[in-house]
């Protein structure tokens, strides 16, 4: 299974609910990579969405502690094991964690592969994501060159899990 994130220098992600920057390049970065394939959030995530709506083309998957909780166009479920279920009928390498912050840190250990937008600038911030590089466990694999938004600096980097 794939996640999908951008991060500061920080490893931070969101302050009060929304993404730090939104830089249209990492956009069409994760459109690409999702499009036609599962992905795994939560309630908050799909909320800070444009109209609080589920994206198009894809299998939105939503986990909840809310069991009134309803959305036109996803799969709600109320634990990680519920959204693994919702998408077995996909191959791992086609399902993406896409947020918040306890979700990514409930199903990281499902993840093989992690696609970081690594933006060089530090935002006050709230929410964080966990530094992979500091765990061990990760390798990057890939790198892009580097990337300008305005003023702004970002590399995409592919991380892999080492093998045993």
């Not at 220098?9 to 970065?29: Q, S, T």
């Not at 765990?135 to 600096?153: A, K, N, R, V």
Request: net charge negative.
């Amino acid at each position: 299974m794939n996640l999908i994130v951008a991060v500061d220098k920080n490893w931070a992600i969101g302050y009060k609910n929304e993404l730090l920057v939104r830089i249209p390049a990492d956009h069409r970065f994760f459109r690409n990579e999702t499009i036609n394939k599962a992905v795994i959030m939560g309630r908050k995530t799909l909320e800070s969405f444009p109209g609080g709506q589920p994206l198009k083309q894809r299998l939105n998957v939503v986990i909840t502690s809310d069991l009134n909780y309803k959305v036109k166009d996803a799969v709600v479920v109320h634990s990680i094991e519920e959204a693994l279920e919702a998408v077995k009928g996909y191959k791992s390498e086609d399902v993406y964690v896409i947020g918040g912050a306890s979700i990514y840190q409930q199903m990281l250990k499902y993840c093989d592969v992690a696609h970081v937008t690594k933006i060089d600038y530090i935002y006050s911030a709230d929410t964080y994501f966990p530094n992979l590089e500091e765990t061990g466990e990760w390798e990057i694999t890939g790198t892009s060159e580097e990337q300008t938004y305005y003023d702004l600096e970002y590399l995409f980097c592919k991380y892999e899990r080492k093998k045993n």
